[in-house]
């Protein structure tokens, strides 16, 4: 099916930012796991995970739409310095998709793509309640219990 090539367009920019938050997420996992911070590893090297799947959805549906995936694009990613800025650095990542996310889906919207509009109401549905939200959480959780007990109790 010959898709509409602003959305060809527009998904190319999500897969542009789901891959640079795998990225992102791949590096913090790594130094999560090098500080011994085990519980923060295994959850943000999930949310790599998700993050390639997200990439992944947005892969098929281009070429479903006959559209050409761009794997080779990425946005600048930030790493953090320490354990909050990490954390805060993955949230304006979150911020950032879920922005963009509502752009395309209004767009998919304006053009009757509802079955793209659909896939794209998944991914936003985990990068708000999933993955923006958890990491809302530990930041809080670092607010309220200081930064030296939140990560002993990431070991």
Same mark, same amino acid.
């Given at each position: 099916?010959?898709? !509409?090539? #602003? *959305?060809?367009?527009?998904?190319?920019?999500?897969?542009?930012?789901? +891959?640079?938050?795998? !990225?992102?997420?791949? $590096?913090?996992?790594?130094?999560?796991?090098?500080?011994? +911070?085990?519980?923060?590893?295994?959850?943000?090297?999930?949310?790599?995970? !998700?993050?390639?799947?997200?990439?992944? *959805?947005?892969?098929?549906?281009?070429?479903?739409?006959?559209?050409?995936?761009?794997? =080779?694009?990425?946005?600048?990613?930030? %790493?953090?310095?320490?354990?909050?800025?990490?954390?805060?650095? !993955?949230?304006? %990542?979150?911020?950032? %998709?879920?922005?963009?996310? #509502?752009?395309? $889906?209004?767009?998919?919207?304006?053009?009757?793509?509802?079955?793209?509009?659909?896939?794209?109401?998944?991914?936003?549905?985990? *990068?708000?309640?999933?993955? =923006?939200?958890?990491?809302?959480?530990? +930041?809080?959780?670092?607010?309220?219990?200081?930064?030296?007990?939140?990560?002993?109790?990431?070991?």
């Amino acid at each position: 099916m010959k898709g !509409d090539p #602003k *959305t060809i367009v527009l998904l190319n920019d999500l897969l542009a930012e789901e +891959l640079s938050a795998a !990225d992102q997420y791949f $590096i913090h996992a790594e130094m999560y796991k090098d500080m011994g +911070l085990h519980k923060l590893f295994e959850r943000i090297d999930h949310e790599r995970e !998700d993050e390639l799947e997200h990439a992944r *959805t947005l892969i098929a549906r281009t070429l479903f739409l006959q559209g050409r995936p761009d794997v =080779a694009r990425r946005v600048p990613i930030q %790493v953090g310095e320490d354990v909050p800025a990490m954390l805060q650095a !993955d949230l304006e %990542v979150e911020y950032r %998709v879920g922005a963009l996310l #509502k752009q395309v $889906i209004a767009h998919c919207e304006s053009v009757r793509d509802y079955v793209t509009r659909d896939a794209l109401m998944v991914l936003l549905e985990e *990068t708000e309640n999933d993955h =923006a939200h958890w990491l809302e959480q530990q +930041l809080k959780l670092i607010e309220l219990m200081g930064v030296e007990n939140y990560q002993q109790a990431q070991m």
